[in-house]
């Protein structure tokens, strides 16, 4: 498979970054080809301004999104590595998503008002650090509303396969046990999708 991995976390040394290293060499033992977006290293423009919503709206694709679209076409799975912030992706990622994830590309827009999902031919999974514990996250609905925003409202509406949601928790609490199990969980994750 031809895999992208989406980094967006400012830290090199963060969980998020040990994850996409080695989510990398995994993916590389099983012989896969990976290429990584590190959003923050590559200062991606986050900002749909008012020169792109008028370029989408006349069909004309910024030089930047085009090298996405072109790494994305050729993509057979997508991994968006990201940490929680304010209950939902850092607004690098959203805005990659606004910027990236469009019309006529990732999915179509009929007169009729029906669409058609565009991404159908690939996998995309997610991978979450967060602050909060799973267990508190899940009991006042967090885990809910935020899988229901990425996966539904993302991944599903433009028919990327989804292939999983992981939130590891509690990472204010990290110690060598605790990164050693969250490498364990990652590998058995792994195991299943590559
Ligand atoms: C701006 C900001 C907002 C954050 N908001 C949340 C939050 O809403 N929920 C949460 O559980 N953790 C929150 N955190 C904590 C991060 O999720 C945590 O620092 C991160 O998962 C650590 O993993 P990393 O090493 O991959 O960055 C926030 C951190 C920052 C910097």
Redesign the pocket.
Known sequence: MNIILINA?P?P???????TDHIKLRAEEKGHKVVIRDLYEMKFDAILGRQDYNQFLDGVIPSDIRKEHEIITESDMIVFLY??????P?AILKGYIDRVILKNFAYDKHPDGTYTKRLTDKKAMII?????SEEA?NENG?LDAMTTVMDKGVLDFVGLQNAGHHF??D??N?NADRFKSFIGRLDDILEKVL
């Open positions: 976390n830290n040394h963060s969980l998020t970054h040990s994850f940490p929680i912030w304010w209950a939902g850092p979450n650090t967060m602050g909060a996250y967090f590891f928790g990472t204010e990290l």
